[in-house]
C-alpha cells in the first residue's frame, strides 16, 4: 500500500507549455499553499492570482492561478491544492524543487491522485480504468466509449447485478437458517427464475464480439494477398506516407508493417504482410508464415489480388485457404488481361492504389465495416478482459446454483458470483488489484 501524507506531482505532461500545472493532495496541503503564496487560503474552488514564492528565500517564483479544494469536495477526498503556472521548464524545475523541500511532502507515486480518489469511495475500478482510457484515448470514438464508463455506466450495470444476487443469497440463507420456518413453497422457484433472468443478461453482455475491447485496443485489420499485389501501396495510401517501401521486386515486404490509423473514428492497427507465394528463401518463409499467423489473429482481412495478372488457380487458392472479409482487385486500370467470366469467392472490389480509381469507394466501405466490428451498442460494453474473466466465473457459480444438490452448496455459489462481480467494480478483493490497475498511469494522474 502507498504510504499516506501529503503528495505533490506535475498534473501535466512534462515538456515546455503554456500552462503546467501542478497539483498538491493531503492533509498538509494547505498549509504549505499559504507559506509558498501570501499566506492566505483563496476561497473554496475559486481561482485567484497569487505570486508562488521560495519561502526560505523570499523569491518570486512565478505569477500563478491558484485552485483550493478543501476536503471532502475534491477529487481525492483530501485537501487538495493545485498551482496553475507559466509552462516554462526552468519555472516548472524551480516550484518542483521548492516543494520537495517541504516537511512531510513527497513525491506522488504514478496513479496516486487516483489511487486515493479510488479508496475515498470517489471513484469505483471500472470509473478508474475509463478516467485511464480517456487520456489514452486517441479517436473520437474511444473518447466517447471512456467518458461513459468514466461516469459510471459500467458500474451502474455491474452494480445492479450484484444487488440482485445479493437479494437472492439472502433468500437462500434464509432457508438454510430457518429450515423449519413455514416459508413460502414457490420461494426457490423464484430465486431460480432471478438467477436465469439474471443469466441470460450477463450471457448478452458477454456475447459482443469483443467491440469494447476492440474499440479501446484498436482493429486488427491485415492486408494479405499474392506477391506484387499492391498491399505495401494500399498501406501507404491509406496511412497518407510512404509507411512500407514499395518496389516492383517480389518479396520486397519480409515482415508485417504495422500502422496505427484513424477510420472514422475509430481505431485501426492496419498490417502490411509479405506476400503469401511458394519461396526457398528462408527469410521471406518466415515473413510468409507470420503474416499468416497475424491474418488469422485479424478481426477483418483484406486480401488484395493483382489485377493486371489473372491466375485462375490461385485467385481461387487465395479466396477459399485466406478466408478473407473483402476481396479487393488492385490494378482495376491494367484488368484487360481478366476474363469477363473470372469471378472470385465473397464480395469484390475492384480499385486502382495508383490512380485512385474505386479508392473512395473502397474506403467508405472499409470505414463501415470498422464501425461495425466496433460501434458501441446502448447498452456499456466490456473493454478490459478482467471484466470478461470475472463475469465468466460468475456465470458458472450461477450455473452451478441451478443444479446445486444442497442449500448450503447452492448459498455458497451465489456468494461467489457476487464476489466476482464484486471484484468488476472494486467492492471486494481489491488489494490485488489496485497496483496492475493504478501502475500504468502516469505521475500525478
Known sequence: MTSPGTIFALATPQGRSGVAVVRLSGPSAGAVLQKITDGRLPPGRKAVLRSVRD???????????????????????????????????AVIAAVMQVLSRQPGLRLAEPGEFTRRAFLAGKMDLTSVEGLADLIDAETEAQRRQALRQMGGALSALYEDWRARLLRVLAHAEAIIDFPDEDLPEETNAHLRAEVTALLEEIDAHLADSRRGERLREGIRVAIIGPANAGKSSLLNWLAGRDAAIVSATAGTTRDVIEVHLDLGGYPVLLADTAGLRETADALEEEGIRRARRWAREADYRILLLDGAVYDERQTAEFTSQENPSLVVVNKSDLMMSWPTSATVVGETLSVSVKSGQGMAGFLARLEQEVARLAAPGEAPALTRIRHRMALESARESLMRFLQAPSPD???????LAVREIGRITGRVDVEDLLDVIFRDFCLGK
Not at 512565478?62 to 478543501?70: K, T, Y
Not at 483530501?78 to 498551482?83: G, N, R, S, T
Not at 452448496?409 to 456468494?415: F, H, I, K, S, Y
Open 55 to 89: 519561502p526560505e528565500t523570499g523569491q518570486v517564483l512565478d505569477s500563478a492561478l491558484i485552485l483550493w479544494f478543501p476536503a471532502p469536495a475534491s477529487f481525492t477526498g483530501e485537501d487538495v491544492a493545485e498551482l496553475h503556472l507559466h509552462g516554462g521548464r
Open 409 to 415: 452448496l447452492a448459498a455458497e455459489d451465489l456468494r
